[in-house]
């Protein structure tokens, strides 16, 4: 059974600070998405990772994947006050299967 | 594009009613999915479908039927409501190739 964990669960940052979110998933896996969610609303896709090594950045984020650690990471560049939200990593099963299991979620909140 | 599109926003059911939550997406999209989301527990997968006529269970499928009888509509049925199945309810297709989910508005579901 996949089992995908992220760290931390809470995460209150001041603003212009760095900080990293952590997923780790328990099986092989050939792709990892990262969601966005801010309370109440659905889910935005912000990033697919479909390789060992890939990194995708966009604005203050950027994450990355390493397979043979089963390990996906969201690093945070001088956060600011529009980045609290929900974080979610997802992790696709074996190769063919579309079924994501996801993490239970890190909850952002920047601080002025 | 519509995307991905869900019916009702929210519902307030009595113990032991039945209902029906609607998705339909436009996108042309194989696979679709059922998933719920409860506080501290991220998105689990209820039921999913990887084309017309084609449903399998997923993580927690007890209380909920699907069927797939177009490749545009997902239709989620909860059979005899349980106070335990209050919830967000979440629908997903995800293209072809597996680069992107995207997600529903969201269904908040309460069971009295």
């Known amino acids: 059974e996949l089992k995908v964990e992220q760290n931390p669960l809470f995460l209150s940052m001041q603003e212009e600070k760095n900080y990293t979110i952590y997923c780790n998933y328990s099986t092989t896996s050939d792709r990892l998405y990262w969601y966005r969610q801010d309370p109440g609303k659905s889910l935005e896709s912000l990033f697919v990772?479909?390789?060992?090594?890939a990194v995708k950045q966009e604005g203050r984020l950027m994450a990355s994947l390493d397979t043979k650690a089963r390990l996906s990471t969201l690093h945070i560049t001088a956060a600011v006050h529009d980045l609290s939200a929900t974080y979610f990593c997802?992790?696709?099963?074996?190769?063919?299967?579309?079924?994501?299991?996801f993490g239970t979620g890190t909850r952002l909140t920047i601080i002025p | 594009n519509a995307g991905v599109t869900q019916t009702p926003k929210f519902q307030v059911l009595k113990t032991g009613q039945s209902m029906t939550l609607q998705c339909a997406q436009d996108m042309n999209h194989e696979y679709m999915s059922w998933y719920r989301q409860d506080p501290g527990m991220g998105l689990r997968l209820i039921h999913y479908s990887v084309g017309a006529g084609i449903t399998d269970q997923g993580e927690v499928p007890n209380g909920y039927n699907v069927s797939r009888s177009t490749t545009e509509d997902f239709p989620l049925r909860l059979l005899s409501a349980a106070p335990s199945q209050t919830s967000v309810y979440f629908c997903a297709s995800i293209r072809t190739g597996r680069t992107e989910a995207f997600f529903g508005q969201g269904t908040r579901l309460t069971v009295v």
């Open positions: 997802a992790v696709d099963g074996d190769f063919g299967n579309e079924k994501l299991t």
């Open positions: 990772l479909l390789s060992n090594g």
